[in-house]
T-cell receptor
Framework: NAGVMQNPRHLVRRRGQEARLRCSPM?????VYWYRQLPEEGLKFMVY????????ESGMPKERFSAEFPKEGPSILRIQQVVRGDSAAYFC??????????????FGPGTRLTVT | GESVGLHLPTLSVQEGDNSIINCAYS??????FIWYKQESGKGPQFIID?????DKRQGQRVTVLLNKTVKHLSLQIAATQPGDSAVYFC??????????FGQGTELSVKP
């Protein structure tokens, strides 16, 4: 059973370009979470999605950032007009369901975005 | 606001010794906590979790202790090995499902 897949693993963009980060959850998982990690810091929640729905986007910057999780295909985190401050590692996690009795988020290897 | 933090940013131990990594949380309503291990260049890896109705949970070589009175969480690693060298994060699950992570403690194991 393949784990959470993210691609690309490394992405270099010039200021003003667009970055598209992809996440394929574990098989059978319908919940996806995106987190951002700055150097020497912990992970910060960005957005929580289910298929075709954004459940919680309280951690997403108001501008330039968007996320989707279509019925078919991977979840996409899109950053428009990137700036140097967007340079970070972006991690995707997936879970099977949200329940009181059992809960675990499995993380992908991350995409390291560098803005030059 | 909600926050999860760690007392020490770095911890150095001798191979074979036990390691204790601490974490403080601020939201007394939190009911689920997780410890993750992150090696360089990789994503966080689940180690062990604990629900708020428990005080202690044991895994293979790891034990998590929860003290709700002082809102403190700890991870104990028995017989620490070089492969345990990594950054360890505690995380707190909110009712909405998202995780709130602490800053992390870097564990270094000396041979």
């Amino acid at each position: 059973n393949a784990g959470v897949m993210q691609n690309p693993r490394h992405l270099v963009r010039r200021r003003g370009q667009e970055a598209r980060l992809r996440c394929s959850p574990m098989k059978g998982h319908s919940h996806v979470y995106w987190y951002r990690q700055l150097p020497e810091e912990g992970l910060k929640f960005m957005v929580y999605l289910q298929k075709e729905n954004i459940i919680d986007e309280s951690g997403m910057p108001k501008e330039r950032f968007s996320a989707e999780f279509p019925k078919e295909g991977p979840s996409i985190l899109r950053i428009q007009q990137v700036v140097r401050g967007d340079s970070a590692a972006y991690f995707c996690a997936s879970s099977q369901y949200l329940a009181e009795s059992s809960y675990e988020q499995y993380f992908g290897p991350g995409t390291r975005l560098t803005v030059t | 606001g909600e926050s999860v933090g760690l007392h020490l940013p770095t911890l150095s131990v001798q191979e074979g010794d036990n390691s204790i990594i601490n974490c403080a949380y601020s939201n007394s309503a939190s009911d689920y906590f997780i410890w993750y291990k992150q090696e360089s260049g990789k994503g966080p890896q689940f180690i062990i979790d604990i629900r708020s109705n428990m005080d202690k949970r044991q895994g293979q070589r790891v034990t998590v202790l929860l003290n709700k009175t002082v809102k403190h969480l700890s991870l104990q690693i028995a017989a620490t090995q070089p492969g345990d060298s990594a950054v360890y994060f505690c995380a707190e699950k909110t009712q909405g499902g998202k995780l709130i992570f602490g800053q992390g403690t870097e564990l270094s194991v000396k041979p």
